[in-house]
């Protein structure tokens, strides 16, 4: 795989592009966050892995919101100091992908990155996703119900995209942690309940019937049976 490694640290930068290298893939690196943006912008990458904090003006959250609102959705590992709750809650919801807090163990870091490759490629092939007047295509990256477009956040369009890949299927809260944020931390975090809510309010709001469901003590369930 085509790996972007953005980090200004030189001796991580070092570690993660050796153990990457000798693992097969193909590895650049960017000390520099204007450096790192232009070459996730302007080239085609399977994975990045981005620093939180990189000097000068452009950080990593700032690299990532510039490539989610450009509506490239290459998968992405934010690497952080900043071990916090609020800090990862922060980077998930700016469309990162899996966030890994410093020092972490190579071994670690190349699982995650495999399981984000895996998952972003298992889906190449499915192009549009369908439940009663709802349609998503994938490729197109665009959403509609009864012909009607509505516009997505980058965290939004995967969340509804895992639930229809497992339409009638109840979902957890856990489940959708680990799928859709590749991220394992307390399964009682709003963070799902708050993104379901605003899902819901764009896909069943002056709909009918409602899609998104809420199976009481358990979790979600898209479906376009009654509930």
Known sequence: ?????????????????NGLKEAGHVVTACRDGADGLARAVNESWDVIVLDRMLPNDVDGLSILSTLRGLGKMTPVIILSALSGLDERVRGLRGGCDDYLAKPFAFSELAARLDALVRRSRSREDIRELHL????VDLARRTVERDGKAIPLQPREFRLLVYLLLNQEQVVTRTMLLEAVWDYRFDPQTNVIDV???????????GFSP????????????ISAAPH
């Open 132 to 135: 009663a007047d709802l349609k």
């Open 1 to 17: 795989m085509r790996c972007l490694v953005i980090e200004d640290e030189v001796d991580t930068s070092r570690y993660i592009c």
């Open 195 to 205: 993104q379901i809510s605003r899902l819901r309010n764009k896909i069943d709001n």
């Open 210 to 221: 409602p899609l998104i469901h809420t199976v009481r003590g358990v979790g979600y369930m």
